[in-house]
């Protein structure tokens, strides 16, 4: 997701060029607002990645686990808004929220009760579900505005 992020960051750049000289074109406004919004979702996501404990105790991977899966859940409910479309783009917005809720929900299931084997296990399992999740999230967040 790091390659993601510094290409959102790249275009950022590019549309507060032209915000700060007035001459972003308001067809853009919604680009702008969507990739600000992509940033902060993926520098959160990448901050509970980095401080996933590296422990086999339940208590602190619960607590983690649970300010993470509050984040998570958001992803299903923020930001839905985008350009209006037709009957067929509706179609795969819906199959691809379908789809972060299956993989949401495969998340929960997987923490819900889970048991570290070594120290390393809950970080890496936990950063290999958000990457999945976070692949998920991106195309849907497409299917309201393209990026």
Request: hydrophobic residues 40%; contains cysteine; charged residues 25%.
């Amino acid at each position: 997701m790091a390659n993601i992020l510094d290409q959102y960051r790249e275009r950022q750049t590019e549309y507060n060029k032209q915000v700060d000289t007035a001459t972003l074109p308001l067809t853009s406004i919604i680009v702008l607002q969507e990739l600000s919004y992509r940033i902060a979702v993926l520098e959160n996501f990448r901050m509970l990645c980095i401080t996933a404990p590296v422990t086999m105790n339940t208590r602190e991977m619960g607590y983690h686990y649970q300010i993470a899966a509050a984040r998570v859940k958001a992803l299903l409910t923020e930001q839905r808004f985008g350009s209006k479309v037709d009957e067929e783009s509706e179609k795969r917005r819906d199959t691809a929220h379908n789809a972060l809720e299956r993989i949401i929900s495969d998340m929960h299931k997987r923490f819900g009760s889970f048991s570290a084997a070594t120290k390393e296990t809950y970080k890496q399992n936990f950063n290999s579900s958000v990457q999945a999740v976070l692949s998920v999230w991106i195309k849907y967040r497409d299917t309201f505005v393209q990026i």
